[in-house]
Structures are given as structure tokens and as C-alpha cells.
């Protein structure tokens, strides 16, 4: 139990030790003949949030396996086991379906030379079974039993009979993982073969689903966040001591000041202005950005958004708050903005430049700054005198970058150049825009 703790805490599940007591204490409550018991017991002692879910239950299998070791006897044919596979699918009979799972990985998920195999894919496995080929059939199995129910149509039906090819996918998957563990160990496949939560998936890595994915946390983060800002705007609106006027006051208790008087403070609400490269890669991270910013854009007088590849042009009227569609955000800011000039290749420094030209009266002595790259100029000049001059006029200039330090100033990054000038920050995941929104946002 101790090493399942120790993969989560690998994975950033806070797990503290109390948490570890509660669930040793459920283990001995509940015991180990009921595996599902056990999964429950476990993930409500040791998780906080609902997304943390999807990584707990491939790392408890691993740590507490179904079986040990494959099937007995000899794998079955492929037709064969497709033939099963579908009369389980039909029936929605899950514990056939991990059996054939099983039987699935070990006869056609092994691959190498060595005796009982190298390893096992899920993916070869599902390639080889085709599960999704079986819809028909098993469409025509459900409706001949007559178990679809009255008013059950086929869109809902096929829908339901996906959902359960998916959860076959997913049990082969866990079987694949298991076996492996049993050769490589299962610290090593916990730490490299589970998915992580979503606050930690990396910007530049993250497919297509997971930026979905991650869209869909913009609304909750950025309450979170609003919540934190105005807690930091009410402590800063109480101002500092006033020396003076606490000493007058003082004449009155000998000389003690027993009611500090502070000078009220009157801050209006800043700006803040957004600079993104939506170019390739960066465009996801920038995407994401500009809709968590925007869903903050009540903590702020005035919110502009400018995008850029190598022509800077504002997109802010693209970002009206309810309106904008996180999904389709990026495909609708390259259709209508003027992103590009005569190649399609981020250009910081003549982006900067024009932004510094057409745009310099965005920027103020109350305007914060973020610019959203990864400072990759593609051997062209990085413009640094631009740079200066929209420091010059801002109230602050943060670039946030989605790479990692290490990578900054190899190739063609131009981030040591730029980091003298403004402050750099690594912004690799959601956990670390969280954190960085809330302590460099202004109040």
C-alpha cells in the first residue's frame, strides 16, 4: 500500500500522512477478498478531486492485480474469441469481458523473442481483435433478445454498445499493463505508463483530446483564481501604516500607539494586455491562456488580447465573454485575424515590432503585460529594442514560456535575450499558470 502512495505522490497526488494512516485503516476494515471494496475504501482515503480518479484506478491495478500470471491452456482462435467477445458485449457481461481481455493480451499482445514474450500491447492486441467491428452484430444480438426496452432507438442503442466496446478497450489495457508490471515492476510502469491528471499534462505535449480536455477547466480554475485575486486586491486596499497620523493618535494613550492608522488606499483596477504566439505547438497553451484570462476579465478594467505568427493583430472581439467557443477558438482566430505575412513562421521580433508601433497606446503605466511563447525566432532578430519599449511604458511585463528552462537558449530561442529584459517564467502545465496567474497578476 505504501508504494501505491508513493505513485501517486510521483504523479502530484498530495498525500499526506494522514491520509496514509485512513487508508491503512480501510485496507484492515475492509480487507482483500472484495477487490472493488478495496478500490473505493482506497480512493476515498487518499483523493481529493474527481480528476484524480482517472489516475488512481490504473496505478490501483497495478499495485492490486486481478490475477496473476495469463490464462490457463491455450489461447483461443481469433474468430473465435471475437465470437465470445460479442455475445459478451451483447449481454454486457463485464466479467466475461476482462476474461476474454485476458485471453485477448496473452494470445495476441505478446511480442518479442523470449520465452512467454518481451511484453504485451494493448495496442497490437486491439489491432488484431477489432472490437469496433462488431457493432453490427452486436446490434442485431441486443435487438433479437429483446432486452433494448420500449422507446430504445438505435442512436441510443449504438451509443450503449459503444460505451461497452470502450470498456473493453480500457480492460485491455489494464491487462496489457498488468503483465508488464509483472516483468518490468510496477514502480517503474506506474511512474512511466500512467497518464497523469490534468493539471500536469504538459502544453506542448498534449493531443488534440487533451486540450479539449483541458478547455474544459478553464470556468472552474478561474473561479478559483478571481477568488484568490480578490482576496489579495482587499488586503492591499488597507495600505500601509501612516506614521505620522498614528503618533498624533498616540498623544492621547501616553504616547502608546494602540490604534495604528493606515492611509487608505484607492487602487483602481489595472489592465492587462495578453501577446500571444498561436503559432504550431503554442498555439494550444496560447488558446488555453487567452480563455482563462478572459473568464478573469472582471478583475480587471480593461482586458486586450493580441495574437500574432509574424503580423500582430487584436483579437479581443473574438474573446467576448460567453461568447467565445474554447473549441473553436484558435481555427476562428487564424480565420479572421491577420496573422502572417509573406510566410507562415512565428517571427517575434517583427511582431514585436509592429505591436510596439500600431499598438503602443495599449500599454500604460497601469498595463501589465504577458506575452505567451516559447521565444523561438526561427534565426531571425529577436528585436530586442521593441522590448525595451514596451517595458518602458507598462506597469509590468511577465513572458510566460511553455518550455522548459532547460531548453531555453538552444536552437533558436532567444529567451536569455529576452529574460534580461522582462521576467521569463517556465509555463509548462495548468498547475503552474495557476500559480503564476495568482502571484503575478496585479491587484
Known amino acids: 500500500m505504501t508504494s501505491l502512495v508513493g505513485a501517486l505522490r510521483a504523479h502530484g497526488v498530495r498525500v499526506g500522512t494522514g491520509e496514509t494512516v485512513d487508508a491503512a ?22 483523493l481529493h478531486t474527481p480528476d484524480q480518479r482517472r489516475l488512481f484506478d490504473p496505478v490501483f491495478d497495478l499495485y492490486f492485480p486481478r490475477a496473476v500470471g495469463g490464462p490457463d491452456g491455450e489461447p483461443a482462435g481469433r474468430e473465435e474469441l471475437r465470437d465470445r467477445l460479442a455475445a459478451a458485449l451483447a449481454d454486457d457481461d463485464r466479467a466475461q469481458m476482462e476474461r476474454l481481455a485476458a485471453e485477448a ?39 433479437g433478445s429483446g ?50 491528471t490534468p493539471d500536469r499534462i504538459d502544453f506542448l505535449l498534449a493531443g488534440k483530446a487533451q486540450l479539449a480536455e483541458l478547455r474544459r477547466t ?23 501604516i501612516d506614521l505620522r497620523r498614528t503618533l498624533r493618535g498616540s498623544l492621547s494613550t501616553g504616547g502608546v500607539p494602540m490604534r495604528p492608522v493606515l492611509r487608505r488606499r484607492r487602487p483602481a483596477r489595472p489592465e492587462l494586455v495578453l501577446l500571444c504566439d498561436v503559432s504550431g505547438s503554442v498555439s494550444g497553451f496560447s488558446d488555453f491562456t ?33 461568447t467565445a467557443d ?14 502572417t505575412g ?35 525566432t526561427n534565426q531571425s532578430d529577436p528585436n530586442l ?31 536569455p535575450d529576452y529574460a534580461e529584459l522582462v521576467g521569463m517564467h517556465e509555463c509548462r502545465t495548468t498547475r503552474q499558470l495557476g500559480a503564476l496567474v495568482s502571484r503575478l497578476l496585479p491587484v
Open 25 to 46: 485503516r480501510a485496507v484492515t476494515a475492509l480487507g482483500l477478498a472484495d477487490r472493488e471494496l478495496l478500490r473505493e475504501g482506497l480512493a476515498a482515503t487518499l
Open 105 to 143: 493480451v496473452d494470445g495476441y499482445g505478446g511480442y518479442g523473442s523470449s520465452p512467454g514474450s518481451d511484453g504485451w500491447s494493448a495496442y497490437q492486441t486491439l489491432d488484431r481483435m477489432r472490437p469496433q467491428t462488431l457493432m453490427a452484430r452486436v446490434r442485431d444480438a441486443v435487438r
Open 147 to 196: 432486452t433494448t426496452g420500449a422507446g430504445f432507438t438505435d442512436r441510443l442503442l449504438e451509443d450503449e454498445i459503444r460505451r461497452r466496446i470502450e470498456a473493453f478497450r480500457q480492460m485491455v489495457g489494464t491487462e496489457a499493463r498488468r503483465r508488464v508490471a509483472e516483468r518490468r515492476g510496477r514502480d517503474e510502469l506506474a511512474r512511466r505508463a500512467v497518464g497523469t
Open 218 to 240: 478553464v470556468q472552474p480554475l478561474a473561479r478559483k483564481l478571481a477568488t484568490r485575486l480578490a482576496a489579495r486586491r482587499r488586503r492591499a486596499s488597507r495600505g500601509s
Open 290 to 322: 487567452m480563455l482563462l484570462v478572459q473568464a478573469l476579465h472582471d478583475q480587471f478594467s480593461k482586458v486586450r488580447v493580441f495574437a500574432f505568427v509574424n503580423r500582430v493583430d487584436e483579437v479581443t472581439g473574438l474573446l467576448v465573454h460567453g
Open 326 to 339: 474554447p473549441e473553436g477558438l484558435g481555427a476562428r482566430i487564424r480565420d479572421e485575424a491577420t496573422l
Open 342 to 376: 509573406w510566410h507562415g513562421s512565428s517571427d517575434y521580433g517583427t511582431a514585436l515590432g509592429e505591436f510596439a508601433e500600431r499598438y503602443g497606446d495599449a500599454v500604460g503605466p497601469r498595463t501589465t503585460v504577458f506575452v505567451l511563447g516559447d521565444a523561438r
Open 385 to 415: 529594442p521593441a522590448v525595451r519599449q514596451i517595458t518602458a511604458r507598462a506597469r509590468h511585463v511577465h513572458w510566460l514560456n511553455p518550455e522548459p528552462v532547460s531548453l531555453w537558449g538552444t536552437g533558436d530561442s532567444a529567451a
